[in-house]
């Protein structure tokens, strides 16, 4: 009995340090509506800020709390510094290039953290009321964990009465459904929100604070810290405060719990009960159909086929691309074999998020399960590459249209979250059925067939897979059913009253981007000859969305010059400086503010008002 | 109170007003009339604000304030009073004011809650009521009672009698001319001439982006060259 | 000829009656105007017509084929076009091309992966764009359009569907009263000319008396009166309740 109070109570107290994190994000979210993808990495500063000022501190309570309140306010001045200088020129951007721009932000302060903080953990000395021991009911339960239960309902409370009872948390909320309205009444909208930013950002770094004296600082802590405040955000239902808590406290409790009884479901637990909530109830648990808020850009480019310049530019390039392996050497022949790989990759997932407006956070999932049904046709079912070839994008077409189902009915972050669980759910099982996948280690020795073993064959084997995928999936979107699918995305309303059915026009998107990202994903499999569950990694879909947006998600040709420019970049950098990250999050940001449709987008427009004037 | 001077705006790239200029003396309602996209909706916005004008002048009490954020020209004492309501529909009814509020000027009377239910009886009796929860009409006193918080000098309505019914209308005239009364000024933009009639004092008639007519309601009745040119009725 | 028949609907949120018992008819050719004061109960009796809310209660039947409760797609396949109250159109298509939507969707042509969009009834849709007098703007993006062309637009789109019915919701909000007239005479015109019945809720009381063939009121959910123009202008408790005195609306 006594062990199940304090695995109880341990739930709680996870549940106050989940709830900080993620009643900043949803407080910036709910306001500003800008999906902030740094509010980990402002987490993970506010606990190396609150080891550099608390290991100087002494170690008395008083001294504890002050110095995570300074933390706390130090953070809140960084937030203030990205608003100031990022955001605030891209509110008008579209959600998810905003999104991007901050993930620009995750890169830099991952490099800064190492560069002043080093590589190493810092874990901060407990003063001895740190250490002390309550009994409850014959266990023994931290003192801290105590401090931190309570801790939660407190700022919950706190933050609720800011939000109903002043005048502030009055105008703030006017300006999360009118930000416009708000202005033309007399009130500084721009201040509200640098101060809205800096409150959300204050309270993540008093979390990364308070997380300290039961961890470290480490330079993980920024994406595990995102991604659980992502999952419990959405679960309670984004913008409410109330629903992330009571999100907080069901999965806080329901990983104190499923650790004791099912330790190897742990590493999903989040997910499995994000997608378990988001399939019950669309909107999160506590939260309400988003509305776009006004002032918010809502404006739609015409989607016009290539001119024909442009086509003679795209024969121009692929004509070089068959020429090259002549010229280039062995190195740059495998970057060029990734890059096409990827060419897929990312216009698979164009086709969901361009026409289909559906934005995804865990495209990896196909990928991975074409890379893994690949593997398996050859190793496990002794099958031929271009069998493997076909195996892989049926496979993930099959997962997509099973997926799919719960998928299409949701919208924006909700649905991208729930693709986000499936490829976690995807990535745990290949991760833990070591039997038959390899688990961490993977499948080794997938390579391509006799014939195709020349690096240049194989090369030219994936141009020719790649480019004609690409252009039946450019084909496609200009085809009926393209335009339907375009059209539910313009106008949901009006799709419905001409008899559009919404749900099985995305579910197919979905099916063909699976597949498509089914085939990238079978033909990494036999350019690297192995297969990891890393290929279903988080990492490996914030790639695919990075690429997708940097090149534009207006048309085809986006996501390709995008995959073409991140991959390029990327490798690059590699080679160049081990500052990589910094200078990759520096471009990105740049790129966002130079190119708000993206590279391909943004340079099409220009170059149509040049002509038009 | 307010005089514009050859204004150009742009909406997105499109060239909306194109030298608009006219002036309003203080205490007078003017109604802007024109067809669809003439650009009565962009100048209201072009004189809030919210779309930042590209040339000209607008001299307010004395002041230019062509180029200022929204805000500051709220501030200054223009009241915007939008087309399509746009009332917070999550916020009560007296939150939906609080947020209107600004500090009284010139020394006269600050527009309180109470006083406002004295002029729209309606609003009195749903204190508590969230915006989102009121009918199309209750919704337009509202943001006419919301801007008056800020007590405005000079109030500009967008089209306040579209989609309400009749009886609806009639009481908003009401209103309009109690304001009057107040020695509030008032920018008008309307399609409903009978409405207009009923309320304003001189109109101007704005075709293309350029004002290119301008004179009083009488003036304006009695020349069937103008309205047949302009107004098409 | 009846097309639209609606019997005894009702409909309640949380307690309320947004709809009470309400019936009507409307013939082929015909033009109904439903008016009545903001909160009246005009949209939830239209979206129990479009499928948009299904009624507690009560029967609606369109060319005598029952559809209460059907979804709005169902509706469409059986000849229910609309419009909408703010404009609701396909903003990264040209107006053709959103013309070619709806056929596409009407033709049942939707599920077709390779021959480009544009080659599918092109013909046809400028047929339609043509007599809603949108021919000139047809290559335009439909996102930059004016706001009374986009509800021509609308028009075109919903006669893709060669409807029996035509639903309008507040067809001519937010139009000069020039155009008003102008688009619905040109839906009155189309209407006779097909056959089609015409259902709309309007606040414009010259447009109203001047194109409606006949006139429903309704105030908190009931219907309180029915008939022509001069009924409806001299009918008491309509005064009371929505017309006023006609002072800022053209003396109706």
Same mark, same amino acid.
């Given at each position: 009995?006594?062990?199940?109070?304090?695995?109880?109570?341990?739930?709680?107290?996870?549940?106050?340090?989940?709830?900080?994190?993620?009643?900043?994000?949803?407080?910036?979210?709910?306001?500003?509506?800008?999906?902030?993808?740094?509010?980990?990495?402002?987490?993970?500063?506010?606990?190396?800020?609150?080891?550099?000022?608390?290991?100087?501190?002494?170690?008395?309570?008083?001294?504890?709390?002050?110095?995570?309140?300074?933390?706390?306010?130090?953070?809140?001045?960084?937030?203030?510094?990205?608003?100031?200088?990022?955001?605030?020129?891209?509110?008008?951007?579209?959600?998810?290039?905003?999104?991007?721009?901050?993930?620009?932000?995750?890169?830099?302060?991952?490099?800064?953290?190492?560069?002043?903080?080093?590589?190493?953990? /810092?874990?901060?000395?407990?003063?001895?009321? #740190?250490?002390?021991?309550?009994?409850?009911?014959?266990?023994?339960?931290?003192?801290?964990?105590?401090?931190?239960?309570?801790?939660?309902?407190?700022?919950?409370?706190?933050?609720?009465?800011?939000?109903?009872?002043?005048?502030?948390?009055?105008?703030?909320?006017?300006?999360?459904?009118?930000?416009? #309205?708000?202005?033309? /009444?007399?009130?500084?909208?721009?201040?509200?929100?640098?101060?809205?930013?800096?409150?959300?950002?204050?309270?993540?770094?008093?979390?990364?604070?308070?997380?300290?004296?039961?961890?470290?600082?480490?330079?993980?802590?920024?994406?595990?810290?995102?991604?659980?405040?992502?999952?419990?955000?959405?679960?309670?239902?984004?913008?409410?405060?109330?629903?992330?808590?009571?999100?907080?406290?069901?999965?806080?409790?329901?990983?104190?719990?499923?650790?004791?009884?099912?330790?190897?479901?742990?590493?999903?637990?989040?997910?499995?009960? #994000?997608?378990?909530?988001?399939?019950?109830?669309?909107?999160?648990?506590?939260?309400?159909?988003?509305?776009?808020?006004?002032?918010?850009?809502?404006?739609?480019?015409?989607?016009?086929?290539?001119?024909?310049?442009?086509?003679?530019?795209?024969?121009?390039?692929? @004509?070089?691309?068959?020429?090259?392996?002549?010229?280039?050497?062995?190195?740059?022949?495998?970057?060029?074999?990734?890059?096409?790989?990827?060419?897929?990759?990312?216009?698979?997932?164009?086709?969901?998020?361009?026409?289909?407006?559906?934005?995804?956070?865990?495209?990896?999932?196909?990928?991975?399960?074409?890379?893994?049904?690949?593997?398996?046709?050859?190793?496990? @079912?002794?099958?031929?590459?271009?069998?493997?070839?076909?195996?892989?994008?049926?496979?993930?077409? @099959?997962?997509?249209?099973?997926?799919?189902?719960?998928?299409?009915?949701?919208?924006?972050?909700?649905?991208?979250?729930?693709?986000?669980?499936?490829?976690?759910?995807?990535?745990?099982?290949?991760?833990?059925?070591?039997?038959?996948?390899?688990?961490?280690?993977?499948?080794?020795?997938?390579?391509?067939?006799?014939?195709?073993?020349?690096?240049?064959?194989?090369?030219?084997?994936?141009?020719?897979?790649?480019?004609?995928?690409?252009?039946?999936?450019?084909?496609?979107?200009?085809?009926?059913?393209?335009?339907?699918?375009?059209?539910?995305?313009?106008?949901?309303?009006?799709?419905?009253?001409?008899?559009?059915?919404?749900?099985?026009?995305?579910?197919?998107?979905?099916?063909?981007?699976?597949?498509?990202?089914?085939?990238?994903?079978?033909?990494?499999?036999?350019?690297?000859?192995?297969?990891?569950?890393?290929?279903?990694?988080?990492?490996?879909?914030?790639?695919?969305?990075?690429?997708?947006?940097?090149?534009?998600?207006?048309? #085809?040709?986006?996501?390709?010059?995008?995959?073409?420019?991140?991959?390029? /970049?990327?490798?690059?950098?590699?080679?160049?400086?081990?500052?990589?990250?910094?200078?990759?999050?520096?471009?990105?940001?740049?790129?966002?503010?130079?190119?708000?449709?993206?590279?391909?987008?943004?340079?099409?427009?220009?170059?149509?008002?040049?002509?038009?004037? | 109170?307010?005089?514009?001077?050859?204004?150009?705006?742009?909406?997105?790239?499109?060239?909306?007003?194109? =030298?608009?200029?006219?002036?309003?003396?203080?205490?007078?309602?003017?109604?802007?009339?024109?067809?669809? =996209?003439?650009?009565?909706?962009?100048?209201?916005?072009?004189?809030?604000?919210?779309?930042?004008?590209?040339?000209?002048?607008?001299?307010?009490?004395?002041?230019?304030?062509?180029?200022?954020?929204?805000?500051?020209?709220?501030?200054?004492?223009?009241?915007?009073?939008?087309?399509?309501?746009?009332?917070?529909?999550?916020?009560?009814?007296?939150?939906?004011?609080?947020?209107?509020?600004?500090?009284?000027?010139?020394?006269?009377?600050? *527009?309180?809650?109470?006083?406002?239910?004295?002029?729209?009886?309606?609003?009195?009796?749903?204190? +508590?009521?969230?915006?989102?929860?009121?009918?199309?009409?209750?919704?337009?006193?509202?943001?006419?009672?919301?801007?008056?918080?800020?007590?405005?000098?000079?109030?500009?309505?967008?089209?306040?009698?579209?989609?309400?019914?009749?009886?609806?209308?009639?009481?908003?005239?009401?209103?309009?001319?109690?304001?009057?009364?107040?020695?509030?000024?008032?920018?008008?933009?309307?399609?409903?001439?009978?409405?207009?009639?009923?309320?304003?004092?001189?109109?101007?008639?704005?075709?293309?982006?350029?004002?290119? *007519? +301008?004179?009083?309601?009488?003036?304006?009745?009695?020349?069937?060259?103008?309205? +047949?040119?302009?107004?098409?009725? | 000829?009846?097309?639209?028949?609606?019997?005894?609907?009702?409909?309640?949120? !949380?307690?309320? $009656?947004?709809?009470?018992?309400?019936?009507?008819?409307?013939?082929? !050719?015909?033009?109904?105007?439903?008016?009545?004061?903001?909160?009246?109960?005009?949209?939830?009796?239209?979206?129990?017509?479009?499928?948009?809310?299904?009624?507690?209660?009560?029967?609606?039947?369109?060319?005598?084929?029952?559809?209460?409760?059907?979804?709005?797609?169902?509706?469409? $396949?059986? !000849?229910?076009?609309?419009?909408?109250?703010?404009?609701?159109?396909?903003?990264?298509?040209?107006?053709?091309?959103?013309?070619?939507?709806?056929?596409?969707?009407?033709?049942?042509?939707?599920?077709?992966?390779?021959?480009?969009?544009?080659?599918?009834?092109?013909?046809?849709?400028?047929?339609?764009?043509?007599?809603?007098?949108?021919?000139?703007?047809?290559?335009?993006?439909?996102?930059?359009?004016?706001?009374?062309?986009?509800?021509?637009?609308?028009?075109?789109?919903?006669?893709?569907?060669?409807?029996?019915?035509?639903?309008?919701?507040?067809?001519?909000?937010?139009?000069?009263?020039?155009?008003?007239?102008?688009?619905?005479?040109?839906? $009155?015109?189309?209407?006779?000319?097909?056959?089609?019945?015409?259902?709309?809720?309007?606040?414009?009381?010259?447009?109203?008396?001047?194109?409606?063939?006949?006139?429903?009121?309704?105030?908190?959910?009931?219907?309180?009166?029915?008939?022509?123009?001069?009924?409806?202008?001299?009918?008491?408790?309509? $005064?009371?309740?929505?017309? !006023?005195?006609?002072?800022?609306?053209?003396?109706?």
């Amino acid at each position: 009995m006594g062990f199940v109070l304090v695995q109880f109570l341990t739930g709680l107290a996870s549940a106050s340090s989940l709830f900080l994190v993620a009643a900043g994000l949803t407080v910036i979210f709910g306001v500003t509506r800008v999906v902030n993808f740094a509010h980990g990495s402002l987490y993970m500063l506010g606990a190396y800020l609150g080891w550099t000022i608390l290991s100087r501190l002494p170690g008395g309570p008083a001294w504890f709390a002050g110095g995570v309140v300074l933390a706390g306010l130090g953070i809140a001045a960084v937030g203030v510094l990205i608003e100031v200088l990022l955001l605030q020129r891209i509110y008008k951007a579209p959600e998810l290039l905003q999104l991007l721009a901050t993930f620009g932000v995750v890169l830099v302060v991952q490099d800064l953290v190492l560069k002043l903080w080093g590589p190493n953990d /810092l874990t901060l000395s407990r003063p001895p009321w #740190m250490r002390s021991f309550v009994q409850i009911a014959g266990e023994r339960m931290p003192f801290y964990d105590l401090l931190m239960i309570g801790i939660g309902p407190l700022v919950l409370l706190a933050l609720w009465l800011l939000f109903t009872r002043t005048r502030w948390g009055t105008l703030v909320r006017a300006a999360t459904q009118d930000r416009e #309205m708000v202005a033309a /009444l007399g009130v500084d909208q721009r201040l509200l929100f640098t101060t809205v930013f800096a409150l959300g950002a204050g309270l993540a770094g008093i979390g990364g604070a308070l997380a300290l004296p039961d961890g470290s600082a480490n330079g993980q802590m920024d994406l595990t810290a995102i991604t659980d405040a992502f999952v419990v955000v959405v679960v309670g239902g984004l913008g409410s405060l109330p629903g992330a808590y009571l999100a907080s406290l069901l999965i806080a409790l329901l990983q104190a719990f499923g650790i004791v009884l099912l330790p190897k479901i742990t590493l999903v637990l989040v997910f499995v009960v #994000m997608a378990v909530v988001l399939v019950v109830r669309p909107n999160g648990l506590l939260g309400r159909k988003l509305t776009l808020a006004r002032g918010e850009a809502n404006t739609l480019a015409l989607v016009r086929p290539a001119e024909p310049a442009l086509r003679w530019l795209g024969v121009a390039a692929l @004509l070089l691309a068959v020429w090259a392996p002549w010229f280039v050497g062995p190195f740059a022949l495998s970057v060029m074999t990734e890059m096409l790989v990827a060419m897929l990759f990312a216009a698979s997932l164009h086709v969901m998020m361009g026409p289909g407006g559906m934005p995804s956070f865990g495209h990896a999932a196909w990928f991975g399960l074409g890379a893994y049904g690949a593997a398996f046709a050859v190793k496990g @079912l002794a099958l031929s590459m271009p069998a493997a070839l076909v195996v892989a994008p049926f496979g993930a077409a @099959l997962a997509a249209l099973v997926f799919g189902g719960f998928v299409v009915r949701l919208s924006g972050v909700y649905l991208a979250m729930l693709t986000l669980a499936f490829a976690q759910i995807v990535w745990a099982v290949m991760f833990q059925a070591v039997s038959v996948t390899g688990g961490d280690n993977g499948i080794l020795g997938v390579w391509p067939a006799g014939w195709a073993s020349n690096p240049r064959v194989f090369y030219w084997l994936t141009l020719a897979i790649c480019v004609a995928c690409v252009l039946v999936l450019r084909r496609a979107l200009y085809a009926p059913f393209g335009y339907a699918l375009r059209a539910t995305r313009d106008s949901a309303l009006r799709a419905e009253a001409i008899g559009l059915n919404a749900g099985s026009l995305r579910l197919v998107a979905l099916v063909i981007a699976g597949a498509a990202a089914g085939l990238a994903g079978g033909l990494a499999a036999f350019s690297k000859g192995s297969v990891f569950p890393t290929y279903i990694s988080i990492d490996r879909s914030v790639d695919a969305l990075v690429m997708v947006l940097l090149g534009g998600v207006q048309s #085809m040709a986006g996501p390709v010059v995008g995959a073409l420019a991140y991959t390029g /970049l990327f490798d690059m950098l590699l080679m160049v400086t081990d500052l990589w990250r910094l200078v990759l999050g520096l471009s990105i940001i740049a790129l966002v503010l130079v190119f708000p449709q993206g590279i391909a987008g943004t340079t099409y427009r220009l170059w149509l008002r040049g002509r038009e004037a | 109170m307010l005089n514009v001077d050859d204004l150009h705006s742009y909406y997105g790239r499109a060239h909306i007003l194109q =030298g608009a200029s006219f002036a309003l003396p203080a205490g007078e309602v003017m109604v802007l009339l024109g067809r669809n =996209g003439a650009g009565k909706s962009t100048t209201m916005k072009s004189l809030i604000g919210i779309v930042r004008p590209a040339r000209g002048r607008i001299d307010f009490a004395g002041v230019d304030i062509a180029g200022w954020e929204p805000h500051r020209i709220a501030r200054a004492g223009l009241g915007y009073v939008p087309e399509e309501r746009r009332v917070f529909t999550d916020l009560t009814v007296l939150e939906n004011l609080e947020v209107g509020r600004q500090p009284a000027r010139d020394g006269r009377p600050a *527009w309180t809650e109470e006083r406002l239910f004295a002029l729209f009886p309606n609003l009195g009796r749903m204190r +508590t009521r969230a915006g989102g929860r009121m009918s199309g009409g209750e919704q337009q006193m509202l943001t006419i009672a919301r801007t008056l918080m800020g007590n405005p000098r000079l109030l500009l309505l967008d089209e306040p009698s579209e989609g309400l019914a009749p009886v609806i209308v009639e009481e908003m005239a009401g209103a309009i001319l109690a304001l009057k009364q107040e020695g509030v000024t008032v920018l008008l933009a309307e399609q409903n001439l009978h409405f207009a009639a009923r309320v304003a004092d001189r109109a101007a008639v704005i075709e293309k982006g350029r004002i290119v *007519w +301008t004179g009083t309601m009488a003036a304006l009745h009695a020349d069937e060259a103008v309205r +047949t040119a302009y107004l098409a009725v | 000829m009846t097309i639209l028949n609606v019997a005894g609907i009702s409909k309640s949120f !949380g307690g309320v $009656r947004a709809v009470a018992d309400v019936s009507f008819s409307v013939a082929a !050719g015909e033009m109904l105007a439903l008016i009545g004061p903001n909160g009246a109960g005009k949209s939830t009796c239209f979206n129990m017509l479009n499928g948009q809310t299904a009624p507690d209660s009560g029967r609606v039947t369109l060319q005598g084929r029952d559809i209460t409760g059907l979804s709005p797609r169902r509706i469409w $396949r059986l !000849g229910v076009g609309r419009t909408f109250q703010i404009t609701a159109t396909f903003a990264s298509m040209t107006v053709r091309e959103n013309v070619q939507v709806a056929l596409l969707a009407h033709h049942r042509r939707v599920w077709r992966f390779l021959r480009p969009a544009f080659a599918w009834f092109g013909a046809e849709a400028d047929g339609l764009l043509a007599q809603v007098g949108m021919a000139e703007q047809a290559s335009r993006a439909a996102g930059v359009l004016a706001y009374g062309d986009l509800k021509r637009l609308e028009l075109a789109i919903a006669l893709a569907n060669a409807p029996a019915l035509l639903l309008m919701d507040e067809p001519t909000a937010g139009m000069a009263p020039s155009e008003r007239v102008a688009l619905m005479r040109l839906a $009155r015109d189309l209407a006779s000319q097909r056959g089609i019945a015409v259902l709309f809720t309007e606040h414009d009381m010259d447009v109203v008396f001047g194109v409606a063939d006949r006139i429903l009121v309704l105030n908190r959910g009931e219907l309180i009166a029915e008939g022509d123009g001069p009924a409806i202008r001299s009918d008491a408790r309509v $005064r009371a309740v929505y017309l !006023g005195s006609g002072a800022t609306s053209g003396g109706h």
